[in-house]
Nanobody, 117 residues
């Protein structure tokens, strides 16, 4: 019954910055890991970054050093701060929640991020 509402997608130029937000409801937020995924046309969905219930962060090598995931437990919101954007970051981005070994199958709205050359 997790509900996810993402926002923040936009068209930006290479080298620009963007912040995505995901407001979460329907779960005990502090007990869940949170992650950001992305999917480009013709490609599989890829896990970009995740943050544990304890606040520890992990990143795909393709975004390490450029993206930062964070969470605000009081606001039940997870963020993805993206900087130094590149055209290959272009994708639809999704947030999701995980308890234990399984990600929720209730994917939220996917903001489109487009990075122009």
């Amino acid at each position: 019954q997790v509900q996810l509402v993402e926002s923040g997608g936009a068209l930006v130029q290479s080298g620009g910055s963007l912040r995505l937000s995901c407001v979460v409801s329907g779960i005990i937020f502090i007990n869940f890991n949170m992650g950001w995924f992305r999917q480009a046309p013709g490609k599989e969905r890829q896990l970009v970054a995740w943050i544990t219930s304890g606040g520890y962060t992990h990143y795909n090598d393709s975004v390490k050093g450029r993206f930062t995931i964070s969470r605000d437990n009081a606001k039940k919101t997870v963020y993805l701060q993206m900087s130094s954007l590149r055209p290959d970051d272009t994708a639809v981005y999704y947030c999701n929640a995980k308890y234990g070994k399984v990600w929720s199958n209730n994917w939220g709205q996917g903001p489109q991020v487009t990075v122009s050359s």
